[in-house]
């Protein structure tokens, strides 16, 4: 935390996972979100809203906290309510193995 | 020029993004009926990535339903854009491991080096140019494994030597083309194809680098198929022409050059002129004027209008292949494949001439 006071329990945040665009993926900017194809999955996937933008940060391994201060950032939104917002995206990402995880 | 309903609409959406042109998008959304036409034509055309782009960035006027049924279009094209590359990487890793040179044409290639955005061109299917060796292995290959071809090869050896491309359908169920040319009829069999692997330029897609032909090759391949395109002419194919037309004055000279060497030039003069018409687009000054001024051959002046779509016949495009092949034996081989046919069960008179004729052109010439 900026105030070096430790995270609150189950705070997404805290997680100290890092995510990355896996290699093995198709991808088209639309005009309204970016369409992802993992070359072993079977429909492609069209993240919208701040797909792209998401999609753009995930170019090189990253935490969380990081991506939701990059996106809040962006978007001048709060970081905490990003990251709520971003943990499930990046599951169900990962779930379509369009991003990985990295030690 | 006779347009079937939409089609005047579709043209403005196909010129959008281009410099300097004159087309303009209607001042007010379309009514529904129109709407639909337009929804019909632009996805006939594949013009579905500029239509979306247009209607966003408000080039096209729209309704929120069609800028909603706009965008749906596009993802829809856009889903079998990406199924397609990724069929496109499969094929190029198979050419890889034959260690079979190849270019990737069309659609992918020119979608990722040309455009601004790769979405603005679209593609339904996959264009592939390797060696005629390779064509035949692969060909092969793919036939053995179950793949159908959409029409029977004339003679055997002709792919190799005379085809202009092989359309299979793979076991996937995806259509790819392999090429041996660049163009069907006399234009193609002109071509010095071995010449089309000298040059390359490479594109990105996922973590792999592919070969296309060079920007000058991919321009005079918009050219050929714009103007010789079996079925008329399509806007994507017409701005392809506008969007790779040389700018730069080395490359203009280099185009023309290679114009020249492949006795394409009737072609490109017809395919920029084509562009300028249907897209209200104007092609650069200095590149018309060296146009102009590049020699046009007599014989091409003939083949190009057995091109066109009312007249066209594969025979008359075939005879006059013959002039276009060089080299005796290659002219009565290639003659010899158009009337001797592999299911043919008896022998028509004029294979046996042809057969007569090949047998001459073996015989090693007669001292004098």
């Known amino acids: 935390m900026a105030d ?17 665009r896996s290699a093995q993926v198709l991808e088209r900017l639309l005009p309204h979100g970016i369409l992802l194809l993992a070359l072993d999955g079977d429909e492609p996937i069209l993240v919208t809203g701040p797909g792209p933008d998401l999609w753009h940060v995930l170019d090189e391994p990253r ?32 779930a379509s193995r369009l991003v990985t995880t990295v030690a | 020029m ?16 281009l410099p300097g042109v004159q087309l303009r998008a209607p001042g007010d959304p379309l009514e529904p009926g129109e709407w639909r036409v337009l929804e019909r034509v632009v996805a006939d055309q594949r013009l579905e990535g500029l239509l979306g782009a247009a209607v966003v960035d408000g080039g096209w006027p729209a309704t929120d339903e069609q800028a909603e049924a706009a965008l749906d279009l596009t993802h829809r094209a856009a889903t079998l854009w990406l199924l397609l590359e990724r069929e496109l990487l499969a094929v190029t890793a198979e050419l890889e491991q034959l260690g079979a040179p190849f270019r990737v044409l069309k659609g992918p290639a020119v979608a990722h080096l040309d455009y601004p955005d790769p979405s603005w061109r679209g593609f339904g299917d996959l264009d592939v140019l390797v060696p005629g060796r390779a064509l035949e292995h692969l060909r092969d290959r793919w036939l053995a494994a179950g793949a159908v071809r959409a029409y029977p090869e004339p003679r055997s050896g002709f792919d190799r030597r005379f085809t ?12 790819v083309d392999l090429h041996r040319s660049l163009a069907p009829g006399p234009f193609g ?5 071995d010449e089309l692997f000298d040059t390359a330029e490479h594109f990105e897609l996922c973590d792999r680098t592919l070969p296309a032909l060079d920007r000058v090759g991919r321009f005079l391949h918009a050219c050929f ?9 399509r806007l994507p194919a017409v701005r392809d022409v ?21 006795d394409a030039v009737a072609v490109v003069a017809a395919a920029v002129s084509l562009a300028e018409e249907v897209l209200g687009w104007s092609a650069p000054t200095t590149f018309v004027a060296r146009l102009r001024a590049a020699p046009i051959s007599a014989r091409t002046r003939r083949w190009l209008p057995l091109y066109r779509s009312t007249t066209r016949t594969s025979a008359a495009l075939s005879l006059a292949g013959v002039e276009a092949v060089s080299g005796l034996r290659d002219k009565l081989a290639y003659a010899g494949s158009l009337v001797l046919r592999n299911d043919d069960g008896g022998v ?15 015989r090693p010439p007669r001292a004098t």
Do not use: M, N
């Not at chain 1, 070096?4 to 890092?18: E, F, Q, V, Y």
């Not at chain 2, 714009?226 to 002419?233: E, P, R, T, V």
């Not at chain 2, 506008?242 to 492949?262: C, K």
């Open chain 2, 189 to 193: 069999l002109a071509l010095p194809v």
């Open chain 2, 242 to 262: 506008a969007q790779l037309a040389p700018r730069d004055p080395l490359e203009q000279v280099e185009t023309l050059r290679r114009a020249q060497r492949w």
């Open chain 2, 348 to 362: 028509a008179p004029a294979a046996r001439r042809a057969r007569r004729a090949l047998a001459l052109a073996r």
């Open chain 2, 2 to 17: 006779t347009q079937p309903p939409g089609f005047a609409h579709a043209r403005v959406i196909a010129a959008w993004g």
């Open chain 2, 164 to 175: 202009k491309s092989v359309s299979l359908r793979r076991t996937t169920g995806w259509d």
């Open chain 2, 225 to 233: 198929h714009a103007s010789l395109g079996q079925a008329g002419w």
């Open chain 1, 63 to 94: 935490t969380l906290a990081e991506l939701a201060g990059l996106l809040g950032a962006r978007y001048d939104a709060d970081a905490d309510v990003v990251a709520r917002d971003l943990a499930p995206v990046l599951e169900r990402l990962e």
């Open chain 1, 4 to 20: 070096g006071s430790l995270p609150p329990p189950g705070d997404p945040l805290a997680d100290g996972t890092r995510w990355v």
